[in-house]
T-cell receptor, first 117, second 113 residues
Framework: DTGVSQNPRHKITKRGQNVTFRCDPI?????LYWYRQTLGQGPEFLTYFQNEAQLEKSRLLSDRFSAERPKGSFSTLEIQRTEQGDSAMYLC???????????????FGSGTQLSVL | AQSVSQHNHHVILSEAASLELGCNYSYGGTVNLFWYVQYPGQHLQLLLK??????LVKGIKGFEAEFIKSKFSFNLRKPSVQWSDTAEYFCAVNDHSWGKLQFGAGTQVVVTP
């Protein structure tokens, strides 16, 4: 499968624990996005990377959240001291930004469903 | 700030019926517009997009959408739906300058046999 891969698919954790999700983008895609989706809502932007540089973070991304893309390939999203309100589907998307921004299309992974008990 | 509004949260219709899903956006600048679909248990997939040019855009699986700039709308249509079109549909917009998407809340479409 050459699409965007996310692991794990499901994560159940107790409040206060730390969790880490991984995203493997489509090979050679230089941009990587993290989104969060709660029930009945569309995906909400969290942060994005151009290669290894994190270029924007949403106000939704509190200081308990940290994302990295150390070598410009896969990315991790860590949530420290999880809260029940963190329960959501965390989506990763990648794109190849070339030839101008109007050509950019995002390809999404299947997401990691986080449940905080 | 950008916002995207989808008019219907749930739509139920029979096979062969016509489908139209409304989408309005709020943004003062030049935008790109998208419709994504999420079939049960699958990831978000791009149905169609509008960047510029002909405001009537044709996508995959017989879907089309019309960009009406004066109404800030980008409605999705399909003349005759199939059971396999049961899915959640998301309208999205991004600024012309880069790829970050702003999504609507989604419309759950159920097609009955």
């Amino acid at each position: 499968d050459t699409g965007v891969s996310q692991n794990p698919r499901h994560k159940i954790t107790k409040r206060g624990q730390n969790v880490t999700f991984r995203c493997d983008p489509i090979s050679e895609h230089n941009r990587l996005y993290w989104y969060r989706q709660t029930l009945g809502q569309g995906p909400e932007f969290l942060t994005y990377f151009q290669n290894e540089a994190q270029l924007e973070k949403s106000r939704l991304l509190s200081d308990r959240f940290s994302a990295e893309r150390p070598k410009g390939s896969f990315s991790t999203l860590e949530i420290q001291r999880t809260e029940q309100g963190d329960s959501a589907m965390y989506l990763c998307a990648s794109s190849l930004a070339s030839g101008g921004p109007t050509n950019e299309k995002l390809f999404f992974g299947s997401g990691t469903q986080l449940s905080v008990l | 700030a950008q916002s995207v509004s989808q008019h219907n949260h749930h739509v139920i219709l029979s096979e062969a019926a016509s489908l139209e899903l409304g989408c309005n956006y709020s943004y003062g600048g030049t935008v790109n517009l998208f419709w994504y679909v999420q079939y049960p248990g699958q990831h978000l997939q791009l149905l169609l997009k509008y960047f510029s040019g002909d405001p009537l855009v044709k996508g995959i699986k017989g879907f089309e959408a019309e960009f009406i700039k004066s109404k800030f709308s980008f409605n999705l249509r399909k003349p005759s739906v199939q059971w396999s079109d049961t899915a959640e549909y998301f309208c999205a917009v991004n600024d012309h300058s880069w790829g970050k998407l702003q999504f609507g809340a989604g419309t759950q479409v159920v097609v009955t046999p």
